[in-house]
């Protein structure tokens, strides 16, 4: 039996099966070693003095033929190996024959089909117990019970062990495709976090350099057109605060992606994440940006005093913000620029909202890419809140948009088509929540 075998291949299409390479070599082994019994006259069965000619060497081909197709062809080969098992006990044994119809059953469970398999090995328990049974009952001796013995080497012995195979082998395909599994998981997760760090990355650039390239880019444009050389001065004076600026946090970006496991860098402290407590400074900062725009800034926060939000919280409405009055810089035309902070929900959740002037403008301006909207929508989204950007009019008493007053009062035409006649805006309002989501 070859029990060290490796795995089958799998079975060619139908038609087009051939036997294998070792199985030729088994079946000519065989075959060999039968004739050489043959030509000396060993038999395991039979009288001595009787001479059956060659008639033992029909089943020894027969079962030579189905050592050849002991892969490809069962269950015939094991039922036709079963018939020549008995024509060779009845003619007189070849020992040959007896060892190649062990491996046809031991092959037969190996590779043989579901049903197949599953058969042999209680139909050879059955069979061998009931030729046991008939030994005893006819010669009514105790050697006869080595019959069944025999009958337990030739056909039970070997299906085990082809069962017991069979099943490791399963076990290790299991355990393979489970592996291989594991591989796959283990790279998709991989490729998210990577493209998830790349997506955090690029929303941290933008946000931190942005407003600052944007101030330089319109201070340039005014410098360049202004025939005042105080104003060309003053101009001048904002772009280089801003390019020193964008620099210091482009430098504090890198560090971050360096490693900094080396001893340069061992006692460097991290970066603090910006709070909404910087908000002041960041509208001062807008301030001095703002002034050749003809823009003026201003913040109100309705939290109570004293709120704490989670740090993914504060760092979303900041950049919110950041990147809100960054637009606003670079397209928004004279006027004022308002911040809004609000809860809602009963404090569950935080609204910034930021609006400001919508409209035609001849003065110079920033080209944008929209990256900013689609960088404010990610962080909203990734702590599942709502996001929404657009031309809205102008705000009604109570901080409310004129739009939304004529959803809340549809019985007052006349007022609300006044004001749609107000000033348009360009309004961006974002929802995060501040309990468990936002602080995934």
Known sequence: ???????????????????????????????????????????????????????????????????LLRRV??????????????????????????LMFTDVIYAAVLYGPERTYRRVLPVSVIVTA??????????????????????????????WTGLVLRQHRRAADAERLRAEQTALLAEMDRREAVTAERGR??????????????????????????????????????????????LAEMRRLIGLLRDTGG????????????????????????RANGTRSGLEFTAEDEREPGTRLPAPVELAAYRIV??????????????????????????????????????????????????????????VALLGGTFEAGPVTADGPGGKTAREEREEQPEQPARQEQQARQETVWQVRAVLPTGEEGQR
Not at 82 to 98: C, E, H, K, R, Y
Not at 332 to 352: K, S
Request: no cysteine; glycine share 10%; hydrophobic share 45%.
């Open 201 to 246: 990355m690029a929303r941290e650039l933008h946000d931190m350099v942005a407003n600052h390239l944007s101030a330089i880019a319109i201070h340039s444009t005014a410098a360049q057109s202004l025939k005042d050389p105080a104003a060309t001065e003053e101009a001048l004076g904002v772009i280089r605060e801003n390019s020193v600026q964008g």
């Open 73 to 98: 062809a069962q269950p015939g080969a094991l039922l036709v190996a079963s018939g020549a098992l008995v024509a060779d006990f009845v003619i007189g044994s070849n020992l040959a024959t007896v």
């Open 322 to 379: 950041q990147e809100s009055l960054t637009n606003a810089l670079k397209h928004a035309t004279p006027g004022t620029v308002a911040v809004r902070l609000a809860g809602t929900d009963g404090g569950a959740a935080l609204q910034v909202r930021v609006t400001s002037p919508y409209g035609a403008s001849a003065g110079p301006r920033a080209p944008g890419s929209g990256a900013g909207l689609v960088g404010m929508r990610e962080r």
């Open 130 to 159: 009931s030729v046991a049974v008939w030994a005893v009952a006819t010669f009514r001796t105790a050697e006869s019970l080595l019959i069944g013995v025999v009958g337990a080497l030739v056909s039970v012995g070997p299906a």
């Open 1 to 67: 039996m070859d029990a060290a075998e490796s795995p089958a291949p799998p079975e060619p299409a139908a038609g087009r099966r051939r036997p294998h390479r070792d199985d030729v070599l088994l079946a000519a082994a065989g075959l060999a070693g039968g004739l050489l019994l043959w030509s000396l006259g060993l038999y395991t069965l039979g009288r001595p003095d009787h001479d059956p000619g060659m008639l033992p060497l029909l089943p020894l081909a027969v079962m030579a033929v189905t050592e």
């Open 263 to 286: 001893e340069d860098h061992r006692d460097a402290e991290p970066a603090a994440a910006p709070t909404l407590d910087g908000l002041d400074a960041l509208l001062e900062q807008f």
